[in-house]
Each structure stands twice: as C-alpha cells, then as structure tokens.
T-cell receptor, first 113, second 113 residues
Framework: DVKVTQSSRYLVKRTGEKVFLECVQDMDHENMFWYRQDPGLGLRLIYFSYDVKMKEKGDIPEGYSVSREKKERFSLILESASTNQTSMYLC????????????FGQGTRLTVV | DAKTTQPPSMDCAEGRAANLPCNHSTISGNEYVYWYRQIHSQGPQYIIHGLKNNETNEMASLIITEDRKSSTLILPHATLRDTAVYYCIVRGFNAGNNRKLIWGLGTSLAVNP
C-alpha cells in the first residue's frame, strides 16, 4: 500500500518556537504538497514541490517555508509559530500526470499556545 | 482550474444508494473530475476520477453528464462507515496550476441507521 507518513499526529508548541513538520512518502512520487485545514475554510495549499529542491508557493505561504532535500521527504517549517497557525496540517503526494490521484497522510493537529 | 459547487450536506439511509451531485459548469476539455472523501480527523482519501466516460470501481460509481458540466458520485449501498465529507474537484492542465488540486468545502454525508 502507498503510504504518506507524517511525523506527528498531535503537536503542541509555544508561540515563537520554530516548528518542523515532516512528511515521508514511499511511492517515488515527484509531487508533494502541504495543506492546512480549518473549519469553514476547507483545505488551503501552503506549498508544493514538484522535484527535489524545487518548490512553489501555494495560496497561503506567509509564515511558512519548506525543504525538499530528498525525493521522499518534504518538510514544512514554521519559522516562528503563532497562535493563528493552530490548525490541521495535511501532507500529500502524487505523480505529476493529470490522470493520477493524490495520497494523503493522516494529518498533524498543531496547537500553538 | 474550474470551480465546483456541491450541496453542503446530505442524508442517506443505511443500505440505500447515496447520490452526491457536483456542478462544474466551467470545466474545460482536458480537465478531470476527481472525488475524495474525508472521514473525521483523517486525511482525505481518493475515491474515483473520470474525464468523459462513466467510471466504476470497488468503492463507487461516477456519472458524468454528456456536456461534462456536472457529475454524480454514487455509493451503491451506503454504510455507516461512509459518513464523511465528500469533495468534488476538477483538475486540469493550466500553466502553474497543473500540479494542484483546488478544494471546496464539500458535501457532508450522514448515513443514518
């Protein structure tokens, strides 16, 4: 089975901390994505990567950065966590072709206090 | 990418067919229709996708109208485990956007005993 694994299911961090969310996929997918999901707002794309060391901003990149040093791993970094970054974070991966589906991790519920 | 419109919520009796509609009137010729679902507190799960023809797999059937402006996801015998939020997404080749999925708020399906 395809697996997209996120490093933590639940995370509590303090305001101002640097936070790393890790995502690993085992399907050799070129594309990887980070979304956040908030009630009433749906899934919003933060960043995506289409190859190692390649990244593009999504719809809400402010306050976030990403790193993709290896094909299977895509990290989301909150440089200085703030309470408005409390959310569910979802990682996904896919092949680049249109006719392929995306696979999601189980999500990380981050609370910033 | 074309936008989609779905009813915010629906009910279905256990054992009956659940028919979830989606409107995508601005879809263009090379755009696929994808369906995902998200069970509470989990990552979205791929269900099915199609371009022009109707599709069926072990989970569901997808009926796309001839003009491709709308589609219906059919769960033939809904169970309580099908209670979830169902997302209809259109994905196509658009410079800069061909790698992304644009998510709406979906339909919250409640399967009742």
């Amino acid at each position: 089975d395809v697996k997209v694994t996120q490093s933590s299911r639940y995370l509590v961090k303090r305001t101002g901390e640097k936070v790393f969310l890790e995502c690993v996929q085992d399907m050799d997918h070129e594309n990887m994505f980070w979304y956040r999901q908030d009630p009433g707002l749906g899934l919003r794309l933060i960043y995506f990567s289409y190859d190692v060391k390649m990244k593009e901003k999504g719809d809400i990149p402010e306050g976030y950065s990403v790193s993709r040093e290896k094909k299977e791993r895509f990290s989301l970094i909150l440089e200085s966590a703030s309470t408005n970054q409390t959310s569910m974070y979802l990682c996904a991966s896919s092949f680049p072709q249109l006719n392929t589906e995306a696979f999601f991790g189980q999500g990380t519920r981050l609370t910033v206090v | 990418d074309a936008k989609t419109t779905q009813p915010p919520s629906m009910d279905c009796a256990e054992g009956r067919a659940a028919n979830l509609p989606c409107n995508h009137s601005t879809i263009s010729g090379n755009e696929y229709v994808y369906w995902y679902r998200q069970i509470h507190s989990q990552g979205p799960q791929y269900i099915i996708h199609g371009l022009k023809n109707n599709e069926t797999n072990e989970m569901a059937s997808l009926i796309i109208t001839e003009d491709r402006k709308s589609s219906t996801l059919i769960l033939p015998h809904a169970t309580l485990r099908d209670t979830a939020v169902y997302y209809c997404i259109v994905r196509g080749f658009n410079a800069g956007n061909n790698r992304k999925l644009i998510w709406g708020l979906g339909t919250s399906l409640a399967v009742n005993p």
